[in-house]
């Protein structure tokens, strides 16, 4: 288990990085694309963590966070397509 | 248990790589072109680090993987296509053919 502890220390490094642009971004634009990659970061650590817990009830909830992050960052596309 | 490892850290480091891409790169489609590739490697490559070592959840992590596979590309090509036109600017080559074609 340790050296999955060191990936998820690597991954929540990567995180940081991504919330700090985030906020800093001045355009919606650049925000929706760190929001794309910060939903991909977030459901790997889901996955790492079900090996982790050794639950498999955590890959259910890294399925739906899936679905509904996809959603999210196509409407979030399609209202900044259309809102201009 | 040694190649699931090397897996998921394999992931780890592409997922990282994704990330510091985007603080590094200068302009909006060249952090689309970091952001979204690297991090679909390094989810499946954590994907398969984890089927290798619980092969009990293939199911699920079949599911996960396609998934992600379909839709991380149609969610950067909407990003990409909402950026063109907002006009944001590419700071690279310092022209835009696309947009030159259309006007």
Redesign the interface.
Known sequence: MT??II?LI??A???V??V??LITFK?A??K???L??LT??V??VL??L??VFDS?FL??I??IY??LS?AA??AA??Y??KG? | MILSTIFVTLGGIFIFLGALGIVRMPDIFNRLQAGTKATTLGFLSIVLGVLIMRPEWWGKLVIIAAFVLLTNPIGSHNLARSAHRNREEMTLSGSDALREEEE
């Open positions: 050296p999955f990936i690597l991954l490094a990567g995180g990085l991504a700090i642009k355009k634009t650049g929706a694309v760190v794309d990659v991909t970061l459901t790997a996955v790492i079900s090996v498999g890959l259910d890294a399925l899936a679905i996809f960052v196509l596309a399609r900044l397509e201009m």
